[in-house]
């Protein structure tokens, strides 16, 4: 894996396109060597850091690159097609990064965002709602956080954590940092995909965390509503979800391309002395490539949507935060069956050959198979059904 020169964070013109394809043709080399052997993504991280991808998000006036959410989605996408992993990395960071600041106080908020770009944060998260909740308590000014966490995916390496915890009979989201005194990170993430993405376990024993580092202004634990902007995040998380996706299956199609046109060989009753002109092969990858096609447009249909409704501000009603969700909801859906239907064909196209661990193909359906598992795609299924029939999506803590 190669080096990247530092692009500035919050130069006036990057090409945030530019800047992730920089990652992705460092990644691309050793890829497969790198799924196998499944090391902590450290080096990974550390490309991150160089492009300036961590902070595009961040506004200008922090210091940051001011990035759209679009070159958010692009730079996961277009990352996705050769390191899913890596992918999830930068797309987990973007999603902890902004429930963060839009969960923040004003003050907090830019605090945070400039702490963020100026230390070059990685944020992780450990919220998954299927475990008990963690719990915090008051002592004295501060607060002491116990609990345990199973998928606490970029934890292990984050600067920065972002959770929810009970507190008497509410809850607050609050920021520690990954190495503070009383938090053990599990390094037990042993699945057989998404293998570089430190989704292990993670405790907080009697963990100190300032008033400061409770989320919003109002008292913790308090029943305070959602603002309409905080409505979004599980909407924001699913679409990152869904870039990646549709990069993976792109990335899958892609080296399918490759082989076919190079190694390939055709079948012997096929009539054609070139693999890629048997007309079997041209009628499946056609199919394939027509489910890529939908699935990239409707991502690009569903981060249209997001952006409009990030746009609304304090305006945003619910009917519209409704169908922002049920067409990033039809997005993952598409992506989800897409992706795992196109990193599984391809081998009918390829041949036995293309089995060989050396070339590691089987690291996007491994990846894709691991993630879908996390977010049952028949639940999204439904909610755009519940949409499309009765106008309405079902709450549902973090996956709604």
């Known amino acids: 894996m190669t080096s990247l020169s530092l692009v500035t964070a919050g130069a006036p013109a990057v090409d945030w396109d530019a800047a992730a394809g920089q990652v992705a043709e460092a990644l691309r080399a050793d890829a497969a060597a790198r799924d196998h052997a499944g090391l902590a993504p450290r080096r990974e991280l550390e490309l991150l850091r160089a492009s300036g991808l961590l902070a595009l998000l961040n506004p200008p006036a922090h210091g940051g690159g001011g990035g759209s959410f679009g070159d958010a989605f692009r730079a996961v996408r277009r990352i996705a097609r050769v ?8 797309s987990y960071h973007y999603l902890h990064l902004i429930n963060a600041l839009w969960r923040a106080g004003a003050g907090q908020g830019e605090q945070l965002s400039r702490a963020s770009v100026s230390g070059r944060w990685f944020w992780g998260g450990a919220s998954n709602p299927r475990d008990p909740e963690s719990q915090l308590t008051a002592d004295g000014p501060d607060f002491r956080l116990n609990g345990r966490k199973t998928f606490a995916s970029n934890a292990s390496l984050a ?12 809850f607050a989201v609050l920021t520690v940092p990954g190495d503070r005194a009383g938090v053990t990170h599990g390094n037990d993430w042993d699945a057989f995909g998404q293998r570089l993405t430190e989704s292990g376990t993670i405790a907080f024993d009697n963990v100190r965390i300032g008033r400061g580092e409770i989320l919003g202004e109002a008292e913790p634990g308090s029943a305070a509503p959602l603002s309409p902007r905080v409505s979004l995040v599980v ?5 990152l979800i869904v870039n990646f996706y549709v990069g993976t299956a792109e990335g899958a199609l892609a080296e399918a391309n490759a082989y076919l046109r190079s190694t390939a060989r055709p079948w012997q009753a096929s009539g054609v002395s070139e693999a890629r002109q048997d007309p079997y092969v041209l009628e499946h990858y056609g199919e394939l490539d027509v489910q890529a096609r939908a699935a990239a447009a409707l991502a690009d249909v569903a981060g249209a949507a997001l952006e409009g409704a990030i746009a609304r501000g304090h305006d945003l009603t619910v009917p519209e935060r409704h169908a922002a969700a049920a067409a990033i909801y039809a997005a993952k859906v598409q992506s989800s069956r897409a992706a795992l239907d196109i990193t599984s064909r391809i081998f009918e196209l390829m041949g036995a050959r293309a089995t060989a661990t050396s070339y590691g193909f089987d690291r996007f359906w491994r990846n894709i198979r691991t993630h879908t598992l996390h977010d049952p795609v028949f639940y999204k299924a439904r909610e755009v059904g519940n949409y499309a029939l009765n106008g309405t999506i079902t709450a549902t803590p973090l996956y709604s």
């Open 83 to 90: 390191d899913t992993s890596v992918a999830q990395l930068l």
């Open 235 to 239: 909407p924001l998380h699913q679409l």
């Open 159 to 170: 600067d920065r954590i972002t959770l929810r915890a009970q507190i008497g009979g509410g």
